[in-house]
């Protein structure tokens, strides 16, 4: 069946950049995304890339997707306290009655050091 | 302000005792779905529903129910509620399209079964 996989955990210090890895498994999925969950809160959609795209940058954040090796990556330039959170990666279901559905991994948590 | 609202935010209940948890957005999303949140498991889908009267399955339905009776919300039925379900509990919707989607989370539900 599809599945997503990242690391568990990160730690980055203040100022670096923090690049979390994602692969995924359904090569029919039309959108990747990344959603931030920050402590005691629901998850909020961070960015997207339409399966067309090689890449997308907004802002501090590149997300990189090579769709033959199936491996997404977030890059975040320049991290702060602010962004220490869990980032989940995320596919679409692109057939069937799923049809939209998402498929999530099981989080990354990103600890930022002074 | 477009929303998830779910009620309540803290539950503590006991083995058996019935519980719903519920959830309303007031975007007009037709798609909603509930997922639960797992130390090292990630989000996990438990139902879903892409219209009114139109509910399915998602990868760990077991021991929940669901009903769409109108667009607005989608309520989480636990009839008999066992330790195992205690968890971090989100509900999402979103529109239906050939866009990215973007699901939207409410703030979630902690359940605690004793």
């Known amino acids: 069946g599809e599945d997503v996989e990242q690391s568990l955990f990160l730690s980055v210090r203040e100022g670096d950049s923090s690049v979390i890895n994602c692969t995924y498994t359904d090569s029919s999925s039309t959108y990747l995304y990344w959603y931030k969950q920050e402590p005691g809160a629901g998850l909020q959609l961070l960015t997207y890339i339409f399966s067309n795209m090689d890449m997308k940058q907004d802002q501090r954040l590149t997300v990189l997707l090579n769709k033959k090796d199936k491996h997404l990556s977030l890059r975040i330039a320049d991290t702060q306290t602010g962004d220490s959170a869990i980032y989940f990666c995320?596919?679409?279901?692109?057939?069937?009655?799923?049809?939209?559905?998402?498929?999530f991994g099981k989080g990354t948590k990103l600890s930022v050091k002074p | 302000e477009a929303q998830v609202t779910q009620n309540p935010r803290y539950l503590i209940t006991v083995t058996g005792k019935k519980l719903t948890v519920t959830c309303s957005q007031n975007m007009n999303h037709e798609y909603m779905s509930w997922y639960r949140q797992d130390p090292g498991l990630g989000l996990r889908q438990i139902y879903y529903s892409m219209n009114v009267e139109v509910t399915d399955k998602g990868d760990v339905p077991e021991g929940y129910k669901v009903s769409r009776k109108e667009k607005r919300n989608f309520p989480l039925i636990l009839e008999s509620p066992s330790p195992n379900q205690t968890s971090l509990y989100f509900c999402?919707?979103?529109?239906?399209?050939?866009?990215?989607?973007?699901?939207?989370f409410g703030p979630g539900t902690r359940l605690t079964v004793l």
């Open positions: 995320a596919e679409s279901i692109n057939y069937g009655g799923s049809q939209g559905n998402l498929i």
């Open positions: 999402a919707s979103r529109e239906v399209g050939t866009g990215a989607n973007e699901q939207f």
